[in-house]
């Protein structure tokens, strides 16, 4: 009864949301979609940059009800940024270039991670975390470890954005079959390169028998290594910022719909933490079940994990393990090879936190 009161009013006044790292690549067009979205009643712009006011200044003359407002380390800093927020966006952080892996985005990012994650343990501890900042598969058991320190973490709130993955394989797929339905192809795993599992045969059902095998490898070899394409047409100036700010809203659009119960589309993949079994996470035991025959690992301790999610009010509802029933043999064999790069990546995230 409390919750229906609580989605009522928020349906009503709207939700606070703050962007962290709102005057970066992603940022700024993060922001101008949120900015956009009727149940925004207030987004919260925080950077360290000194171009945070422009941005904010620059937003609010858009004629929606969202309120802008900014602020960084020297004004209010993150308890003002963070402050009774229903929802965090954090594209904090440092760029891939040309010739670098997401890996090596990891020293400088797990410092931001960490201090951004503080800071929601202190100001903003029931919100619903969305994590953009590279390398995902790491910074987001960066969050969740400090967010753990603190008593507030959540596995139902704390989410890796990976969408950018799933709206990589559904361009691609078109490209060849351009019939099929829009929307349909889930992508497992984590976000970088071999981690990344894009689970064609959903979709293609049968058909997939039919397209040629070199022209599936190259579609999943482009979701896998999309980043890289982006990266090298860029010359430096960066990463993806206009597909993955597109990305992050499509995937906040879901989680907010499903929060305040405007939809019954409400599943989407994002990287989530694993390591709690069905009381905390529906569906996650038979997750772990079948990875661990998938890789025929019968000890294997999967600790994070990129999943079709069905979410509701309270963040994830229920994990949808249900897609690694029907995998082919090409999907197990990238399981297999995702899970061994996964368990190194998500260590290092823990670690970095635990100071070992
Ligand atoms: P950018 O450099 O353009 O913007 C980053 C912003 O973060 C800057 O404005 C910077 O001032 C700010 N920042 C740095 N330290 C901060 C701190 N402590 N607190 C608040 N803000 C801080 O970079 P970008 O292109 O927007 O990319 C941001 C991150 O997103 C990168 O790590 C990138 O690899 C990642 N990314 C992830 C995906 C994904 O699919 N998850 C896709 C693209 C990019
Ligand atoms: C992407 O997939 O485009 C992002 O993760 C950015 C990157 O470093 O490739």
Known sequence: MTRNIAIDSKKNTGVRV????????????LSLTLKMNPHVREL??????????????????????????????????????LEGCDFVLIPAGIPRKPGMSRDDLFKINAGICAEL???????????????????????????AEVLKKHGVFNPRKLFGVTTLDSVRADTFIHEIKPDLPWGLIKVIGGHSGDTIVPLLSTVLGKEIDRVPNEKLHAVNHRVQYGGDEIIQAKKGAGSST????YAAYKFFTTVLNSYLGLTDKNVACTFINTEYDDDALDGVSELKDLVKKLTNRPDMKLKYFAMPCVFGPNGIERVEYECLETLDKTEVDMVNICC??????????VDFVNGK
């Not at 703050?18 to 067009?29: D, E, S, T, Y």
């Open 18 to 29: 703050c962007v962290l790292g709102a005057a970066g690549g992603i940022g700024q067009p």
């Open 340 to 349: 061994e790069t996964l368990a190194s990546n998500y260590s290092k995230g």
């Open 44 to 81: 919260s712009l925080y950077d360290v940059s000194p171009h945070v006011p422009g941005v904010a200044a620059d937003l609010s003359h858009i004629d929606t009800p969202a309120k802008v407002t900014w602020h960084t380390p020297e004004t209010g800093g993150l308890k003002a940024a």
């Open 117 to 143: 994650a503080a800071g929601i343990a202190q100001y903003s501890a029931s919100a619903t975390v969305l994590v953009i900042s590279n390398p995902v598969n790491s910074t987001v058991p960066v969050f």
């Open 242 to 245: 206009l597909s993955m700010a």
